[in-house]
């Protein structure tokens, strides 16, 4: 039962361009969703989060939307870089108790951005 | 502080035979997280800990694995008779729960990868 679905497998975009990473969720008892990135060799590294009172979030080029009657989310870089090419994961978790924190992810998503 | 730290980063082993994994996490972090990454998947939760005390366990985590955390300090994730379906990339983490707070983002390690042959 695959809760969080990164349906992407493989997106390529130019440099300079915007990049969208998409996430869909089936718990509608989740309260808190996460992306983070991960480069090979390395963990993954948390990049933005948002909360399900809010429906958007910025941090410089990162900003993450949430629609929760759609129960999906995405992560939208602009500009992008060479340097945002990684995995992006989404993930998701409940509030308070033991769900907190424990996070459930996404497959991924390879974000390739050409120069 | 460097951060989530674990050991060894590589482990090949027959099956059959047990392996062990260390994690030492961020120091003035309260929770560790064990989680399971096979490839082409994200990472799949397996277990936490708040200080010493193991306060959920996954289904995933069947009887031959064993997860200690002495302490509340460093934690050490023991897997018996290793199967060839046990390889996978063993992640930890740590993180800082207060109550209150937001979003419980959970600081990974670079991993542990086990290959069964």
Redesign the interface.
């Known amino acids: 039962d695959q809760q969080v679905k990164q349906n992407s497998p493989s997106l390529s975009v130019q440099e300079g361009r915007i990049s969208i990473l998409n996430c869909d969720y089936t718990n509608s008892m989740f309260d808190y969703f996460l992306w983070y990135k991960k480069y090979p060799a390395e963990g993954p590294t948390f990049l933005i989060s948002i909360s399900s009172i809010k429906d958007k979030n910025e941090d410089g080029r990162f900003t993450v939307f949430l629609n929760k009657s759609a129960k999906h989310l995405s992560l939208h870089i602009v500009p992008s870089q060479p340097g945002d090419s990684a995995v992006y994961f989404c993930a998701a978790s409940g509030r308070g108790g033991t769900s907190y924190g424990k996070l459930t992810f996404g497959q991924g998503t390879i974000l390739t951005v050409h120069p | 502080d460097t951060g989530?730290s674990q050991d060894p980063r590589h482990k090949i082993t027959k099956r059959g035979q047990n392996v062990t994994f260390r994690c030492d996490p961020i120091s003035e972090h309260n929770?560790l997280?064990w989680y399971r990454q096979t490839l082409?998947?994200?990472?799949?939760?397996l277990t936490?800990f708040q200080n010493e005390a193991q306060?959920?366990k996954s289904r995933l985590l069947s009887d031959r694995f064993s997860a200690e955390r002495p302490k509340g300090s460093f934690s050490t994730l023991e897997i018996q008779r290793t199967e060839q379906g046990d390889s996978a990339m063993y992640?930890c983490?740590s993180?800082l729960?207060r109550t209150g707070s937001?979003?419980?983002?959970?600081?990974?390690?670079?991993?542990s990868r086990l290959t069964v042959l």
């Open positions: 989530v929770r997280y082409g998947q994200g990472p799949e939760f936490y306060l959920e992640l983490a993180s729960v937001g979003a419980n983002v959970l600081t990974f390690g670079a991993g």
